[in-house]
Structure formats: structure tokens, C-alpha cells
T-cell receptor, first 118, second 112 residues
Framework: GAVVSQHPSWVICKSGTSVKIECRSL??????MFWYRQFPKQSLMLMAT?????????EQGVEKDKFLINHASLTLSTLTVTSAHPEDSSFYIC??????????????FGDGTRLSIL | ELKVEQNPLFLSMQEGKNYTIYCNYS?????LYWYRQDPGKSLESLFV?????AVKQEGRLMASLDTKARLSTLHITAAVHDLSATYFC????????????FGTGTRLQVTL
């Protein structure tokens, strides 16, 4: 089945640093990838939709300059949290859409990245 | 604004009991999905409901969809401890390709 790999799975860093998270589709080409953020005991909130070769579409309230998304190839999207602060600590999950897949699986989810900013 | 609400938010139940989780959504959608999330983990797909009246069953879980009422249910039969997790429904609004909006989540705790 379709596999999405997310890396790293856990990162701890100091306040003010930038952190990059990678999302790869391993056995299919993903023209569209999605980035979600999940705070403890809360639901998944869509941050942005990443389209290969074009600018990402951000959801209302998500800072474009803080959460940089790059989808340079059909199998890789990256999310960079710039100048991260403790309030950015969260669980970030990516997903990818397989355009040749069925509607049974609109998105294939990565394993998530736990980001802790000290 | 699309709202997807689940009820209850938290459920503690004894093994062997039955219960139903409800998912209400506020916009037109022909597709609804149920996911399971274990602590610290990502999402596991449980059910895909693609039409009005759809019913799917897997083990002790059964999901149904009523698109006219904009309601989906996840019924748990004779709960076991291994079912303890957080359950999310997600809606794919009509005309939004594969974009998903997730429900508030229901944290299920099955006690011995």
C-alpha cells in the first residue's frame, strides 16, 4: 500500500532556531500534500495544502512566513518552522494524496513529528 | 465555516459494554472517514463511507452514514481494552477534492 515517510519523528531544540520536517511519498507520486498540526488532546488542524511546483495554500490564521512549505518534487514536501518558540511545540503530521488512488484513501498519513521547543 | 463535531469528547466504558459515538457535520459531503489514533502516534484508517446509508463493520466496530442528516455513527460492540484510543471522523466536503476536515475527536477509555 501507499507509504508516507515523515522525518524526523521527534525533535527538541532551543527557542529561536529553525526546524525542517520532511514528508516523502515512497511508492507513489504526490501532487498534493497536506500539513497538519495537533496540540495535546486536540484534533488535527490543517495548516496548509502543498502543491508540487506551486505555492502552498495556507489556512486562515497560519503565518506563511513562519511555516515555510516547499514541494519541490512529486515525492517530497518540507515544512520549516522558522524562529521556533515554545508555543510552536506540537505534533505535526503530513499526508499525501495519491492521484491514482481510490477515494477510499483520500490521504495517506505520515507517522508525525513531535516538536518540542525549549 | 465547516464544523465537524463529535459526541462525546471523552468516553470511559467497561469491557463488554456497547456504546455509540456520533459525528455531526455542517456542510454537504458524500464522503466520511473514521480514523483511530493511539497516543503519540499518527492516524490509522478505519472506515470509508462513500454514500448515504453506507454501513461498514470491522470486528467490534461498525460505522454508518446518513448524508441527509449529516450524521455518522461509530458503534462499539462488547468493548475490549485494546479499543482504547482516540477516534476521529473526517469529512471531505463536496467540491474540495481530497481536503479533509477533522472532527473534535472522541477519546475512548475501556476499563477492565
Amino acid at each position: 500500500g501507499a507509504v508516507v515517510s515523515q522525518h524526523p519523528s521527534w525533535v527538541i531544540c532551543k527557542s529561536g532556531t529553525s526546524v525542517k520536517i520532511e514528508c516523502r511519498s515512497l511508492d507513489f507520486q504526490a501532487t498534493t500534500m497536506f500539513w497538519y498540526r495537533q496540540f495535546p488532546k486536540q484534533s488535527l488542524m490543517l495548516m496548509a495544502t502543498s502543491n508540487e511546483g506551486s505555492k502552498a495554500t495556507y489556512e486562515q490564521g497560519v503565518e506563511k512566513d513562519k511555516f515555510l512549505i516547499n514541494h519541490a518534487s512529486l515525492t517530497l514536501s518540507t515544512l520549516t518552522v522558522t524562529s521556533a518558540h515554545p508555543e510552536d511545540s506540537s505534533f505535526y503530521i503530513c499526508s499525501a494524496r495519491d492521484p491514482k488512488g481510490s477515494s477510499n484513501q483520500p490521504q495517506h498519513f505520515g507517522d508525525g513529528t513531535r516538536l518540542s521547543i525549549l | 465555516e465547516l464544523k465537524v463535531e463529535q459526541n462525546p469528547l471523552f468516553l470511559s466504558m467497561q469491557e463488554g459494554k456497547n456504546y455509540t459515538i456520533y459525528c455531526n457535520y455542517s456542510t454537504t459531503s458524500d464522503r466520511l472517514y473514521w480514523y483511530r489514533q493511539d497516543p503519540g502516534k499518527s492516524l490509522e484508517s478505519l472506515f470509508v463511507l462513500l454514500s448515504n446509508g453506507a454501513v461498514k463493520q470491522e470486528g467490534r466496530l461498525m460505522a454508518s452514514l446518513d448524508t441527509k442528516a449529516r450524521l455518522s455513527t461509530l458503534h462499539i460492540t462488547a468493548a475490549v481494552h485494546d479499543l482504547s484510543a482516540t477516534y476521529f471522523c473526517a469529512v471531505n466536503p463536496t467540491g474540495t477534492a481530497s481536503k479533509l476536515t477533522f472532527g473534535t475527536g472522541t477519546r475512548l477509555q475501556v476499563t477492565l
